[in-house]
């Protein structure tokens, strides 16, 4: 019988408080069909992200619940952190892994955001392949001025209108909700606390300031070290390892080196594999030569 997975990688905007991040994942975790696959909380950013996977009515249905415990906890007005946010459930993306089409994601997507604006009283707006505006697929472009920001402009600016939900933003803010391509989170820490020295890694790097296509990037100070935090949108057309070289090159211009890099959450085997054989120069390198590729192979052929 055919499979239909969905994965789904919500954001929360609390890192700090592990009881309200035990709560989310436990009604995430209540729904039969969806199985968490990984958790990551930062305290820093004061925000976690919770990965799981389950089938297309499962999902939605553990989003949602992981929506509406967010909401009635996490209170925005006193949140503080580094990382942006608009919400305190803050992303919810929905990504195609098995038998799931793309346009079928949108399509969850704008039925968990239409749930959440009519039961929840959230705005929504819709971003990546979801957004119903060109401008909206950018996620930054959804949270310019942050949840403060939002909570003026809702009211007053036709163009910050959400999708779904009222224009008027309670304790628990709105939620951007869409639907992408397998997307890398991945960080990487400086030898320096300098914040300055980030924020101009991050500018070179991104490709809305001139650096790689597919890649967002934001200068952060972290845990005592300034911190390059990026989004790899698209591994198959720039990899982890072309991001890497880049910061590192960038960072020596400044007296500075990578001191080491995170992975938030997870990454696509490929992703892994491209790095290993560019770093290792394997140019002659097939996949299959990875013994637990070839295990598996075997041990399917056998059932």
């Avoid at 005592?224 to 070289?245: C, F, K």
């Amino acid at each position: 019988m055919a499979r239909h997975l969905v994965e789904c990688i919500p954001n929360f905007s609390e890192g700090r408080r592990i009881e309200v991040v035990d709560a989310i994942a436990e009604a995430i975790g209540a729904v039969h069909g969806a199985a968490i696959l990984d958790r990551h909380s930062d305290t820093d950013h004061n925000r976690s992200v919770i990965t799981f996977v389950g089938t297309p009515e499962a999902v939605v249905e553990a989003a949602f619940a992981g929506i509406r415990t967010a909401a009635q906890l996490i209170d925005l007005d006193v949140q503080q952190g580094e990382h942006p946010r608009i919400g305190a459930a803050d992303v919810v993306p929905f990504v195609p892994i098995e038998g799931v089409t793309m346009d079928e994601c949108v399509s969850l997507a704008r039925t968990l955001g239409d749930r959440v604006g009519r039961e929840l009283q959230i705005p929504v707006y819709l971003y990546e392949v979801a957004a119903t505006r060109p401008e909206r697929q950018n996620l930054a472009n959804v949270r310019v001025g942050q949840y403060e920001g939002l909570k003026e402009a809702i009211l007053n600016d036709p163009d910050r209108a959400p999708d779904f939900g009222p224009s008027k933003l309670g304790k628990a803010g709105a939620v951007a909700i869409g639907a992408r391509a397998p997307l890398i989170a991945f960080n990487v820490y400086l030898t320096t606390d300098d914040i300055e020295i980030a924020k101009k890694i991050a500018l070179a790097v991104r490709h809305s300031g001139g650096g790689l296509a597919y890649v967002k990037a934001l200068g952060l100070l972290v845990k005592g070290r300034a911190q390059v935090s990026m989004n790899l949108t698209d591994y198959t057309r720039t990899p982890i390892h072309q991001a890497v070289e880049l910061i590192r090159r960038e960072a020596a211009r400044y007296g500075v080196a990578v001191h080491h890099s995170e992975l938030v959450g997870l990454i696509p085997q490929a992703a892994l594999v491209d790095a290993a054989r560019w770093y290792l120069q394997l140019d002659e390198f097939v996949p299959d030569q990875i013994l637990e590729t070839r295990l598996g192979d075997a041990l399917k052929s056998d059932t």
